[in-house]
């Protein structure tokens, strides 16, 4: 029926029109009544141990579940089941009632408790009906990585269809969340719905129905405050691969909650995290795959290290499309842009808030600068503009983290089927003004590794040189002083006018040799587009790797395809089980595929060799993928894996003024963990940490306990300042830290 909108003084609804003509509809509206019942208005809340909920909110209503406001003051007591306090809505101190005045119609308040388990909240009022609701108080682990998904929808399809016309609305994402340790916690904080203030003691905590768009709390065993797809117990265990996958309307509708772009995710232990994005009708053919950088490897100064200007007779139109997209993290930042390379800033100063994106679209030059005040992550994305389709992506590093070597696994050969000029290519930048020497080693037999010295130019903006990789084998490059490198697969067509070089089109962004270790775990590695039904089988994009640090002498690579130490037909040394191994020298290159699936995300690779580290990558492979769907032009590096992880938390150990909360003249304690999560032991580790301002170290509270859980003291300094731990640090008492346990060091501080 079309109501017609006409209402009479008694809230009687009369007209309306159907299909088979007129009908005449009446209904009454009781008028509200007087306030009868509280109701919560806000989801059952889980706050962390000792931190205060998010708000509670209370209402007032009437019999039929009608708003009404107070008449005259009506006071609201609070009780619990259990031990814990409520908190005014201030959280500035503590309460046992709230009011509602005269002619408001609710109020809200927050609770705290310092111990774990679950509360039931009462609130009552004289002549009301009561209301009750569970809270959940919980121990959560501290973040202690921190990644913001970046790329935002409608500015990855705005690069695309600049590049190509035919790529259009919708757009698909992929996220990949690989785990690598058992109880491990990640925070999945939708931008749609704010950022938390802590994501480590998130306030705004999902909940369906009813807050949708809250933080979503993955693998605490709680399902009620989110779990991930395809995790129903809500428990994240070594080798657990989350998926996250959406497709996305641009303009994106304001009410809709998608995975995507903006999103901020923390994880309690060390994950690999990959972004995947493509548009409709062009598809897999023209699309992007970057690894994700967690916040300590943003930076404040980005340089490009190819750009527009290149010629085509040198870049075979490869760079013809550039631009940058420059995300800022907690905090906002303010950013300015030379993306002509001119030596001006002629974009900015722009402010950007908490996850928002500056999209470049187009128009970057060779040493192109972002600068911020504040760090920030910074993706190129370039193109053949017009072409039938030829993208690749990049995820920049900060200069502060460039180094003076690189290795690459990653080399193709020069033709593959009908395609001529698939060659993988190494282009090296140059900040400085003079020439820069570049020693390019690779291997060409089992006995020798050839060395070369490039000559890479520099200039007003730095310079540019190119290197074209033979097959079969990785590469290294090193310098004297720092510089950059990238690569890119299928690049060496010849032809000026850019045909060619789209058949697997792909790149990434070298990691320093200084950065490497000795395992890597695989955030994404599909094997084809997920979305087509052409060539189920068609596994195209493999794990390449190369191995540093071993000279002529082969050493074992593990592949644990699950990256569980519990599933496998093989047992390393250490008794972890694997499903395969490559031997390799020094710059031998592997190509990696599952054999179980046809799909490498969640992948582990590690040596147990000393002083060998691993250069990994994933992308498509030119002998395999096909040039056509179900091909997935796509590839990344795969960051380096750390071998532990440390988290730092504080406490409340001694309210000496009696308030309840944190507040000068109080004692803190300080507890830092330090989990191994590699495959191997850890040795000789030392541990530095500084005391934030205002605050006064408390002499002889530092203590270290290892995994079987004894405790020593660590002596307090005897020159400069008491606390052991500032300066150069102390090398920890345990000269070893066993695979999969945990340390603890503990001090504390007035305030």
């Known amino acids: 029926l079309e109501q017609l909108g006409q209402i009479d003084d008694l809230g009687t609804r009369l007209g309306g029109a159907g299909l088979a003509g007129r009908v005449v509809v009446t209904y009454t509206i009781p008028p509200p009544g007087p306030p009868a019942k509280l109701v919560f208005t806000t989801p059952a809340r889980t706050t962390n141990i000792d931190k205060s909920s ?274 800022a993290g907690r905090g906002g930042a303010n950013i300015q842009i030379d993306a002509d390379a001119n030596g001006t800033f002629e974009i900015g100063p722009i402010a950007l808030v908490e996850g928002q994106s500056y999209h470049v679209n187009n128009g970057v030059s060779v040493g192109a600068r972002v600068s911020s005040d504040n760090p920030v992550q910074v993706d190129l994305i370039t193109g053949d503009l017009g072409s039938n389709y030829e993208s690749r992506f990049m995820k920049l590093l900060p200069v502060t983290l460039w180094s003076n070597s690189y290795v690459t696994p990653v080399s193709t050969p020069s033709t593959a089927g009908t395609q001529t000029g698939t060659d993988t290519t190494v282009w090296l930048y140059n900040p400085g003004t003079s020439n820069l020497s570049v020693t390019y080693r690779v291997r060409t037999s089992a006995s020798n590794i050839s060395s070369t010295t490039l000559t890479v130019p520099g200039g007003t903006q730095g310079g540019f040189l190119k290197q074209v990789l033979p097959d079969n084998y990785g590469a290294a490059f090193s310098a004297t002083s720092p510089f950059y490198a990238v690569s890119t697969t299928d690049s060496n067509s010849g032809n000026a006018d850019g045909t060619g070089n789209q058949a697997w089109d792909w790149g990434f962004t070298l990691v320093p040799q200084s950065s490497l270790s000795p395992q890597v775990l695989v955030g994404l590695g599909i094997g084809r587009d997920p979305t087509s039904g052409t060539n189920p089988d068609e596994n195209g994009n493999p794990v390449w790797v190369t191995p540093i640090g071993n000279g002529n002498t082969p050493v074992t690579i593990y592949v644990d395809y699950d990256a569980d130490p519990l599933t496998g037909p093989l047992t390393d040394p250490n008794g972890f089980k694997y499903d395969t191994s490559v031997s390799l020298r020094e710059l031998e290159r592997a190509k990696l595929y599952d054999a179980n699936d046809r799909n490498q995300t969640g992948m582990l690779l590690y040596t147990l060799t000393s002083g060998v580290k691993l250069a990994a990558a994933w992308g498509q492979d030119p002998l395999v993928a096909s040039a056509g769907a179900p091909g997935l032009d796509m590839g990344t590096g795969v960051p380096p894996l750390p071998l532990f992880t440390a988290t730092k938390s504080s406490a409340l150990d001694a309210d000496n003024d009696q308030d309840t909360f944190i507040s000068p003249g109080d004692r803190l304690l300080y507890t830092i963990n330090i989990a191994n999560s590699s495959r191997a032991p850890v040795s000789d580790m030392t541990l530095a940490d500084i005391l934030p301002p205002g605050t006064t170290y408390v002499p002889n509270s530092t203590f270290f306990t290892d995994d079987a859980n004894v405790t020593v003291q660590i002596a307090d300094d005897g020159a400069g300042t008491a606390f052991p731990l500032d300066g150069a640090g102390k090398l920890l008492p345990d000269a070893t830290l066993a695979m999969g346990k945990t340390w603890k060091v503990v001090s504390m501080v007035f305030i």
């Open 54 to 327: 998010s708000l509670i909110t209370v209402q007032l209503q009437d019999t039929n579940n009608n708003v009404v406001p107070s008449v005259g003051t009506t006071t609201i007591n609070l009780s619990a089941s259990g031990t814990g306090e409520f908190r005014n809505s201030a959280d500035s101190g503590v309460i046992t009632n709230v009011t509602i005045p005269n002619g408001n119609t609710e109020a809200s308040f927050r609770f705290r408790a310092a111990t774990v388990g679950s509360r039931t909240l009462t609130v009552a009022a004289t002549g009301l009906t009561s209301a009750n609701q569970a809270i959940s108080i919980v121990d959560l682990p501290p973040v202690a990585q921190t990644f913001y998904l970046p790329i935002p929808e409608d500015q990855l399809l705005s690069s695309l269809n600049t590049i190509a016309a035919a790529a259009v609305s919708p757009v698909v994402n992929y996220i990949s969340l690989a785990v690598l340790s058992d109880n491990t916690v990640i925070y999945y904080d939708q931008y749609e719905g704010g950022y938390e203030a802590d994501l480590s003691n998130p306030a705004d905590i999902y909940s369906s129905p009813g807050n949708v768009d809250g933080t979503q709390i993955w693998g605490d065993g709680d399902p009620a405050n989110g779990f991930p797809p395809g995790f129903p117990s809500d428990l994240l265990d070594s080798g657990s691969v989350i998926v996250l996958s959406a497709s996305v309307p641009v303009p994106i509708p304001g009410e809709n909650v998608y995975f995507g772009g903006r999103d901020k995710i923390g994880a309690s232990k060390a994950i690999s995290v990959v972004r995947v994005g493509w548009a409709s009708t062009s598809n897999t053919l023209l699309a992007g795959a970057n690894e994700i950088f967690d916040t300590s490897n943003w930076g404040t100064l980005f340089r490009a290290p190819v750009g527009n200007n290149i010629p085509d007779a040198t870049d075979f139109q490869l760079f013809e499309y550039a631009g940058f997209l420059v995300m």
